[in-house]
C-alpha cells in the first residue's frame, strides 16, 4: 500500500476519526497484543474507502494499516471486520497473497468501536482499470494476474484452512438476495421500478446451489496491491464482504465492468480491446473457466443482472450512512445518484437472460 498524505490539522473531524484519548488507549493495546511492538505511533487517515475507516499507523519498528467499524448504529451484519480479520490470517498462512494480521480487538472501549491490525504492504494500488499509464503487454499481464488469483482463491477447500463454519449453508444467491433486498430497504431508499423487478425476478430463478468456495465479495483492482517492479498481486484488501459462496458469483462481480453504465468510474466502453491489451469478458471469463474447469449455470447475463442488483443495494446502504452522518469520505454523499442507472442496467441484463419485460 503506497504511503498517504495525512489529512490537514485544520480539516473538519470526520465519522470514525481518531482522537488523541483514544490513540493513547490504542497504544496501551498495542503495547500488550504485539509483543515486540515499540512505540509511539503516528495516525494518518487513509483518504477513499466508502465502508471502515482505514488508517496508517506509523512506530518506529514498523508501520500498520488499521481497519475500524464505523462508530454508532450500523445496520446488522454491515462492516464485518471481524470476518475480514479471519478471514486473511486463515489465507495467510496457505501462502494466498493478504496482509499479515497482528491482531483483532471487539473492545468498543479502546477507540470506540471494534478493530484491526494488519501488515502495511508497499506497492503500487491502480484506480483506473482502463489502466491509462500502461503499455498494452503490461495491461494483459495485469488482467491475467487478477483473473488467476481469483482462480486460486476459489481453489482452496473452506474446511481444510478452518473455514469451514464461514458462511451459512444453502443456495449463496438466495440469501444474497434476500439480504441485500433488506439492507436496500432499510436504508429507505426511494421507490425504483427496475430495483423491485430485479428483487422479483433474481429471487424466481436463482441457480441451484454448488459446492461453497471463499469469495471475495468486491475483487476489483483498486482493492489489490501490486508489486513494484511486475504484474503481480502482493496483497488482496477489503475483505469485509467476504464469505464462502458460489465462486461465479465472485468472477462475475469482477466481470460487471464491462456492463457497467457509462457515467461508472470503472466502465469498460470507451476501451478498444482490439489494441488496448485489456482482455473482453468474453477472453476473461473464458480463462477463469478453463484454468478452474467451472461452468456457468445461467446465462452470464444473470450473474451480471445479480451483481449490479448487489452494487446497486450496497450504494444505496453508502448514501442512508451520509445522511445518517456515518458517511466515511464525501463521494459517499454521491451515492443515492448511482443507485437507478446501476439498476437499470441490471434489468436490461436480467432481459438479455430471458426475464420477462
Given at each position: 500500500?503506497?504511503?498517504?498524505?495525512?489529512?490537514?490539522?485544520?480539516?473538519?473531524?470526520?465519522?470514525?476519526?481518531?482522537?488523541?484519548?483514544?490513540?493513547?488507549?490504542?497504544?496501551?493495546?498495542?503495547?500488550?497484543?504485539?509483543?515486540?511492538?515499540?512505540?509511539?505511533?503516528?495516525?494518518?487517515?487513509?483518504?477513499?474507502?466508502?465502508?471502515?475507516?482505514?488508517?496508517?499507523?506509523?512506530?518506529?519498528?514498523?508501520?500498520?494499516?488499521?481497519?475500524?467499524?464505523?462508530?454508532?448504529?450500523?445496520?446488522?451484519?454491515?462492516?464485518?471486520?471481524?470476518?475480514?480479520?479471519?478471514?486473511?490470517?486463515?489465507?495467510?498462512?496457505?501462502?494466498?497473497?493478504?496482509?499479515?494480521?497482528?491482531?483483532?480487538?471487539?473492545?468498543?472501549?479502546?477507540?470506540?468501536?471494534?478493530?484491526?491490525?494488519?501488515?502495511?504492504?508497499?506497492?503500487?494500488?491502480?484506480?483506473?482499470?482502463?489502466?491509462?499509464?500502461?503499455?498494452?503487454?503490461?495491461?494483459?499481464?495485469?488482467?491475467?494476474?487478477?483473473?488467476?488469483?481469483?482462480?486460486?482463491?476459489?481453489?482452496?477447500?473452506?474446511?481444510?484452512?478452518?473455514?469451514?463454519?464461514?458462511g451459512k449453508?444453502?443456495?449463496?444467491?438466495?440469501?444474497?438476495?434476500?439480504?441485500?433486498?433488506?439492507?436496500?430497504?432499510?436504508?429507505?431508499?426511494?421507490?425504483?421500478?427496475?430495483?423491485?423487478?430485479?428483487?422479483?425476478?433474481?429471487?424466481?430463478?436463482?441457480?441451484?446451489?454448488?459446492?461453497?468456495?471463499?469469495?471475495?465479495?468486491?475483487?476489483?483492482?483498486?482493492?489489490?496491491?501490486?508489486?513494484?517492479?511486475?504484474?503481480?498481486?502482493?496483497?488482496?484488501?477489503?475483505?469485509?464482504?467476504?464469505?464462502?459462496?458460489?465462486?461465479?458469483?465472485?468472477?462475475?462481480?469482477?466481470?460487471?465492468?464491462?456492463?457497467?453504465?457509462?457515467?461508472?468510474?470503472?466502465?469498460?466502453?470507451?476501451?478498444?480491446?482490439?489494441?488496448?491489451?485489456?482482455?473482453?469478458?468474453?477472453?476473461?471469463?473464458?480463462?477463469?473457466?478453463?484454468?478452474?474447469?467451472?461452468?456457468?449455470?445461467r446465462p452470464?447475463?444473470?450473474?451480471?443482472?445479480?451483481?449490479?442488483?448487489?452494487?446497486?443495494?450496497?450504494?444505496?446502504?453508502?448514501?442512508?450512512?451520509?445522511?445518517?452522518?456515518?458517511?466515511?469520505?464525501?463521494?459517499?454523499?454521491?451515492?443515492?445518484?448511482?443507485?437507478?442507472?446501476?439498476a437499470r442496467?441490471?434489468?436490461?441484463?436480467?432481459?438479455?437472460?430471458?426475464?420477462?419485460?
Amino acid at each position: 500500500m503506497p504511503s498517504q498524505p495525512a489529512a490537514s490539522p485544520s480539516a473538519l473531524p470526520r465519522a470514525g476519526d481518531i482522537d488523541r484519548q483514544a490513540a493513547s488507549r490504542l497504544e496501551q493495546w498495542m503495547a500488550r497484543h504485539i509483543g515486540d511492538h515499540e512505540g509511539p505511533v503516528a495516525i494518518e487517515r487513509f483518504p477513499g474507502g466508502q465502508s471502515n475507516p482505514t488508517f496508517r499507523l506509523r512506530s518506529s519498528r514498523r508501520d500498520y494499516v488499521l481497519r475500524r467499524k464505523p462508530p454508532g448504529a450500523l445496520l446488522h451484519s454491515a462492516h464485518a471486520i471481524e470476518r475480514e480479520y479471519t478471514v486473511m490470517a486463515a489465507l495467510g498462512p496457505q501462502g494466498f497473497p493478504v496482509p499479515r494480521t497482528y491482531g483483532l480487538c471487539e473492545d468498543e472501549s479502546v477507540i470506540g468501536s471494534a478493530f484491526f491490525l494488519m501488515e502495511l504492504v508497499e506497492g503500487r494500488i491502480l484506480w483506473d482499470p482502463k489502466l491509462p499509464e500502461e503499455d498494452p503487454a503490461e495491461r494483459r499481464a495485469i488482467y491475467d494476474a487478477q483473473v488467476d488469483a481469483l482462480v486460486a482463491l476459489h481453489g482452496f477447500d473452506p474446511a481444510a484452512i478452518g473455514l469451514g463454519a464461514f458462511g451459512k449453508p444453502g443456495s449463496y444467491f438466495a440469501r444474497q438476495i434476500g439480504r441485500w433486498t433488506k439492507q436496500y430497504r432499510a436504508s429507505e431508499a426511494p421507490h425504483d421500478e427496475y430495483m423491485e423487478k430485479l428483487i422479483a425476478w433474481l429471487a424466481e430463478t436463482v441457480p441451484p446451489v454448488t459446492s461453497s468456495r471463499i469469495v471475495h465479495g468486491d475483487y476489483r483492482i483498486d482493492n489489490m496491491v501490486l508489486k513494484h517492479d511486475r504484474p503481480e498481486i502482493a496483497a488482496l484488501l477489503d475483505w469485509e464482504l467476504c464469505t464462502l459462496g458460489d465462486p461465479i458469483a465472485d468472477l462475475t462481480y469482477f466481470l460487471m465492468m464491462w456492463r457497467m453504465p457509462p457515467h461508472e468510474r470503472i466502465a469498460m466502453d470507451t476501451v478498444d480491446f482490439a489494441t488496448s491489451g485489456i482482455p473482453t469478458m468474453e477472453d476473461a471469463l473464458d480463462r477463469y473457466l478453463t484454468s478452474s474447469g467451472r461452468v456457468l449455470d445461467r446465462p452470464i447475463d444473470w450473474y451480471i443482472a445479480f451483481n449490479l442488483f448487489r452494487l446497486a443495494a450496497i450504494l444505496q446502504g453508502v448514501a442512508g450512512r451520509a445522511v445518517r452522518g456515518q458517511a466515511n469520505n464525501e463521494r459517499a454523499l454521491s451515492a443515492q445518484s448511482r443507485v437507478a442507472p446501476l439498476a437499470r442496467a441490471g434489468w436490461e441484463n436480467a432481459r438479455r437472460a430471458g426475464a420477462p419485460a
